[in-house]
């Protein structure tokens, strides 16, 4: 490794630690790239998107015993790695809390009594004045993952809130999907379109798309209309505010983020193979992770879709994190400008 290792902030996805968890794929080099990129100064935050994810593992505990024990392992492999240091939210504006009370009713989707209180009382604290605009950037604080981890699964109907919207958003498929997703969520499926009718729509010839890579992808014809389209209907400006401005405010990130992923799924590139309930929480967990792990220098994940997307919305946004898989990670230069 190069002396001149610089002190980069790398976040790591959950399947990396499940690498270690379970001793599989190189874990051992992978350990030890860790070990030594800590001793030069770099750190491993976590986020509440690793808990969040556990926390799905925690609801299982009570019928499967086993998942305590691995929920331990994840908790306690993860302080030992990020050293307790995490990538905080930003608090919402008041623009976004009405916003976000406006998408329930559109939705249909019932807001939950848990829900609507974190919306009134952070609305309460910003005309109190107890908060700034300081306290919309995305933060690096020390917790403990225990301690994120119970304010999660306190929280955890507002994530179950957040994955029937997005099952409403984006489990639509095709008319099989939209039925089979919408019955499950028990959401009104009537007059819902699919996305297959969205590509008809704009020409877009998936196999023809999937052979694009990086920001070209948002160049496609069919994709910018798609985009268009969504931005128009989330109320946010076409032409996406710069890198350095997305970083100030934790709300705009994880807006422009959360649409381009979401577009890439609605035109199938590099999509996940399936589109049930139990992947659209997982796709859920991407999109978060792909929102704390814009903040890091270096985010590292084996799954090759998820990284396509990634890199694909990154190039576009023009956020210079660099997206590697372990072995990339293991044989990167750290002395080389990102």
């Given at each position: 490794m190069s002396s001149n290792t610089k002190n980069y902030k790398i976040y790591l996805d959950l399947n990396i630690y499940r690498?270690?968890?379970?001793?599989?794929?190189?874990?051992?080099?992978?350990?030890?790239?860790?070990?030594?990129?800590?001793?030069?100064?770099?750190?491993?935050?976590?986020s509440a998107a690793h808990m969040e994810e556990i926390a799905v593992m925690f609801r299982m505990e009570e019928?499967?015993?086993?998942?305590?024990?691995?929920?331990?392992?994840?908790?306690?492999?993860?302080?030992?790695?990020?050293?307790?240091?995490?990538?905080?939210?930003?608090?919402?504006?008041?623009?976004?809390?009405?916003?976000?009370?406006?998408?329930?009713?559109?939705?249909?989707?019932?807001?939950?009594?848990e829900m609507k209180a974190v919306l009134d009382d952070t609305e309460r604290e910003w005309r109190s004045g107890l908060l700034s605009s300081q306290d919309l950037k995305t933060r690096l604080i020390i917790e403990h993952p225990s301690e994120c981890l119970n304010r999660v699964l306190c929280d955890i109907r507002v994530t179950d809130d957040s994955h029937r919207m997005n099952v409403f958003y984006m489990?639509?498929?095709?008319?099989?999907?939209?039925?089979k997703n919408f019955a499950e969520m028990k959401l009104d499926a009537e007059g819902i379109p699919s996305f297959k009718e969205l590509q008809d729509k704009y020409e877009i010839n998936i196999v023809e798309l999937n052979n694009l890579s990086g920001a070209d992808v948002f160049l496609h014809e069919g994709v910018q209309a798609v985009?268009?389209?969504?931005?128009?209907?989330?109320?946010?400006?076409?032409?996406?505010?710069?890198?350095?401005?997305?970083?100030?405010?934790?709300?705009?990130?994880?807006?422009?983020?959360?649409?381009?992923i979401n577009v890439l799924d609605k035109v199938r590139y590099s999509s996940?193979?399936?589109?049930?309930?139990?992947?659209?929480?997982?796709?859920?967990?991407d999109v978060s992770h792909a929102i704390y792990g814009a903040?890091?220098?270096?985010?590292?994940?084996?799954?090759?879709?998820?990284?396509?997307?990634?890199?694909a919305t990154y190039a576009f946004l023009g956020i210079p994190t660099r997206v590697l898989s372990s072995t990339e990670f293991i044989e990167f230069d750290y002395g080389e400008t990102l």
């Open positions: 690498h270690l968890i379970e001793l599989r794929r190189g874990y051992y080099s992978i350990k030890k790239k860790i070990i030594s990129l800590k001793s030069t100064g770099c750190i491993f935050p976590y019928e499967d015993r086993p998942k305590n024990n691995l929920i331990k392992k994840h908790i306690n492999l993860i302080e030992e790695i990020s050293s307790n240091y995490e990538l905080r939210s930003g608090r919402p504006s008041l623009k976004t809390i009405e916003e976000s009370r406006r998408h329930f009713i559109a939705s249909a989707v019932p807001i939950s009594p489990g639509r498929r095709n008319e099989n999907s939209i039925k985009l268009k389209e969504s931005c128009k209907q989330n109320n946010i400006s076409f032409d996406a505010p710069s890198a350095n401005t997305l970083m100030d405010n934790h709300e705009l990130l994880v807006k422009y983020i959360t649409i381009y996940d193979k399936q589109n049930d309930v139990l992947k659209l929480r997982s796709s859920m967990h903040v890091a220098d270096i985010l590292v994940t084996d799954d090759i879709r998820f990284a396509k997307r990634l890199y």
